[in-house]
C-alpha cells in the first residue's frame, strides 16, 4: 500500500506541475490523498508508532525510509509552491514531516475525534489553516535553521 500511495502521490505532484497548476491545488490534492491513505491504514500506522521500539533495527530502519519517502514527496509539494512564491522556502523537510505527524495523528489518536469530526475530510478541513499557517510562515529570526540535507543545524 505504501508503494501504490507513493505512486500516486508522485502522479499527482508530476501532473500538477507539469499542467502548472496553483501552488495551494497541488499542495491541497497531495495532502487529501495522504490523509485518506492515512485513514485506509489507520491499524498499520498505529501498530508502526506501537511497536516500533520492539522491531529488529533492519526493519525499524526499513520503516524510517518508508516514512521518508512520502515525507520527501510532501516536500515536493511545498518546494513546488515556494518555487511560486506562494509558500516560504525555509525548513521544508521539517515542514513535511510536522505535517505527516498531523496526518498520522488521525491514526494515532483516532478515538479522540470521536463525536467531533466524522471523516478524514473533516479533520483536512480542520487541520487546513494551521497547516497553511506553518507553510506561509518564515523562520524565525536568529533561530538556527535545520539543514535540509539531514546534516545538522546551522546559524
Not at 508530476?14 to 495551494?24: K, N, Q
Not at 490523498?33 to 526499513?62: C, W
Not at 506562494?86 to 523537510?93: K, P, Q, S, T
Not at 535553521?145 to 539531514?150: C, K, P, S, V, W
Request: net charge neutral.
Amino acid at each position: 500500500m505504501e508503494q501504490e500511495l507513493v505512486g500516486t502521490l508522485r502522479t499527482l505532484i508530476g501532473e500538477g506541475t507539469r499542467a502548472g497548476v496553483g501552488p495551494e491545488t497541488v499542495f491541497d490534492t497531495v495532502f487529501a490523498q495522504f490523509l485518506r491513505a492515512v485513514d485506509t491504514l489507520h491499524r498499520f500506522i498505529e501498530l508502526a508508532y506501537q511497536e516500533s521500539k520492539s522491531l529488529s533495527a533492519a526493519a525499524r530502519k526499513e520503516l524510517i525510509v518508508r516514512e521518508k519517502r512520502v515525507q520527501r514527496l510532501l516536500g515536493e509539494a511545498i518546494r513546488y509552491g515556494a518555487e511560486r512564491g506562494r509558500f516560504a522556502a525555509d525548513d521544508i523537510g521539517l515542514k513535511a514531516h510536522n505535517i505527516m505527524v498531523l496526518g498520522h495523528a488521525w491514526a494515532i489518536r483516532h478515538w479522540m475525534f470521536a463525536g467531533v469530526m466524522d471523516s478524514v475530510e473533516d479533520y483536512r478541513e480542520f487541520l487546513r489553516p494551521l497547516v497553511y499557517s506553518m507553510l506561509e510562515t518564515g523562520a524565525a529570526g536568529g533561530r538556527p535553521m535545520i539543514d535540509q540535507t539531514n546534516q545538522g543545524v546551522h546559524k
